[in-house]
């Protein structure tokens, strides 16, 4: 397992120096802003694509072919992708948190750690937008399940503009009880939050499992 993950960030290794240069031009930007929470949006995107690359390298390469030649069990690889994506998220999430408090120390700001949700946030959509598409990528491959991503993106987010629209309109009525439903799951997201996300990773893993189980090369 450690050397599936090692050999993925080897080949993301690349990145660094672009990496490197975003860092510097948005981190400037957050603070001329005097903003973090751009930063921490853009930040959790770039780290969103490292792992959708580390597919792509693979596939390229070939990699699942000779992988399983190896004393390597199918259940092994999507294991250690899993393990990529929550450890990219993790130092997303610790780099963000990080840069946060030391910008808004620099700016002065009273609360040092106004914004700290953001990053929280952030985290939280990246490891649900792969509990969702790591089956499907497993399933079709990185290439052929581009198009899905966007619209694992983009689909909720026209649904819930109309849906706001037409409520503020006047045309539909949402229900009193997913209203109160709603302010509970806010009021208490920090719980809230990580047992979806669980249960989310969960399902992914399992179904991503069972597709790669039957999956030939």
């Known amino acids: 397992m450690l050397g599936l993950l090692l050999k993925d960030f080897i080949n993301l290794k690349r990145y660094t120096k672009i990496f490197g240069l975003f860092i510097f031009i948005y981190g400037f930007m957050a603070y001329t802003q005097k903003d973090a929470s751009s930063f921490t949006i853009i930040f959790a995107l770039l780290f ?21 030649t ?18 990219l ?12 408090i030391v910008l808004n120390f620099i700016l002065g700001i009273a609360n040092i750690y106004l914004g700290l949700e953001a990053c929280y946030i952030a985290a939280s959509v990246i490891v649900l937008f792969y509990s969702i598409t ?15 991503f966007f619209a694992v993106y983009m689909i909720p987010v026209v649904i819930g503009y109309f849906i706001k629209k037409a409520a503020n309109a006047g045309m539909i009525k949402i229900p009193t009880r997913l209203l109160e439903i709603s302010k509970i799951a806010i009021q208490y997201r920090f719980i809230v939050i990580p047992i979806v996300l669980l249960i989310a990773l ?11 189980q039957k999956k030939e090369f």
Do not use: N
């Open 48 to 68: 969103t694509i490292l792992t959708m690359s580390s597919y792509a390298y693979d596939e390229v390469a070939k990699w699942d072919v000779y992988a399983l």
């Open 70 to 87: 190896m004393p390597i069990s199918r259940e092994e690889i999507v294991r250690s992708k899993y393990y990529l994506m929550l450890l």
């Open 89 to 100: 998220v993790a130092l997303s999430f610790a780099f963000s948190t990080v840069f946060t």
């Open 134 to 148: 790591l089956p499907i990528i497993t399933k079709l491959g990185i290439e052929k399940a581009r198009i899905i």
């Open 202 to 212: 969960w399902i992914s893993y399992e179904i991503a499992i069972r597709i790669y």
